[in-house]
């Protein structure tokens, strides 16, 4: 046999073995990949891309130069995967897909796969919108149509205030991982992580004395009692922006969502 056969063969083989072995053994008993970022090929994001990202996500400010680089590298790659689609009259600017592509990247960073197949589009109103339910909407996933929408003046309302815990974006891509990991997924992947971390959320929530001293420190807003989906993404909203008093009054709940999105600081 040549040589370069057997050695692409042997190649093939230790990568087999790595990604339907190892690492989903790995996940099973530490609830995160073996690694995360990996691109032999960044992609360059816009100096204007850059600009926006240092005055507006401290999330990004705080990231060595490094991960920063691996952030950048995301938010191209998403800006490149994805439509953007203006409605009522309004155009979609660099600035805008940057802000919004920073905030999905933001939530998924831990994450090895950071785009999601579930939608392919993301919608622009300028202000609240009428959906195809016949209800008006600041935000919506509607994973039927494969999009994400947006009313951008409230998206950019969220973003104004980074510790009032109302962060439409956030809400919103939080309910695309939630219906993503519901999906059927392969044994070990960032999704049954994140629907494993999801369960112990339900079961920690399910608990009298926990839901009663959530209930009663109003610290997340009623909305997010509404089902599942909305408690997941009021709480992934409170995470990012007030993660100090979430840790502190809810330090079990705190280190959940952590290993949820396998978050790390800096």
Same mark, same amino acid.
């Given at each position: ?42 992609? =360059? ?6 600009l ?14 490094k ?7 995301r938010?191209? *790659? ?20 940057v802000?919004?592509?920073?905030t ?18 993301i ?11 016949? =209800? ?11 999009a ?10 969220g ?11 956030l ?10 990991s519901?999906?059927? =997924?392969?044994?070990? *992947? ?38 599942q989906?909305?408690f ?7 995470f ?14 705190y ?12």
């Amino acid at each position: 046999m040549d040589i370069f056969v057997l050695l692409f063969l042997i190649f093939v083989g230790g990568v087999f073995v790595f990604f339907v072995i190892i690492e989903p053994t790995y996940i099973l008993l530490f609830n995160k990949p073996i690694y995360v970022h990996f691109y032999p090929v960044k992609r =360059k994001l816009s100096s204007e891309g850059i600009l926006v990202l240092q005055e507006h996500f401290s999330f990004y400010q705080k990231l060595s130069p490094k991960r920063q680089s691996y952030f950048r590298h995301r938010v191209a *790659s998403f800006i490149d995967n994805y439509t953007f689609a203006g409605r009522d009259g309004l155009e979609v600017t660099e600035e805008m897909r940057v802000k919004i592509a920073a905030t999905s990247v933001m939530l998924t960073f831990g994450m090895r796969k950071y785009r999601q197949s579930i939608f392919s589009v993301i919608v622009l109103y300028p202000d609240i919108f009428l959906s195809k339910s016949g =209800k008006y909407h600041k935000g919506e996933f509607n994973p039927l149509a494969k999009a994400v929408v947006f009313s951008w003046n409230h998206f950019e309302e969220g973003m104004a205030y980074g510790n009032d815990n109302l962060n439409l974006g956030l809400h919103e891509f939080a309910h695309v991982l939630h219906f993503e990991s519901l999906r059927k =997924k392969k044994l070990g *992947s960032s999704s049954v992580v994140f629907r494993d971390m999801l369960d112990d959320v339900m079961y920690y929530l399910d608990d009298i004395n926990n839901r009663k001293a959530l209930l009663n420190s109003g610290y997340l807003r009623n909305y997010a009692y509404t089902n599942q989906y909305e408690f997941i993404a009021v709480l992934l909203e409170h995470f990012f922006e007030t993660p100090e008093e979430l840790k502190k009054h809810f330090p079990e709940l705190y280190s959940i969502v952590k290993a949820m999105i396998n978050y790390r600081e800096g």
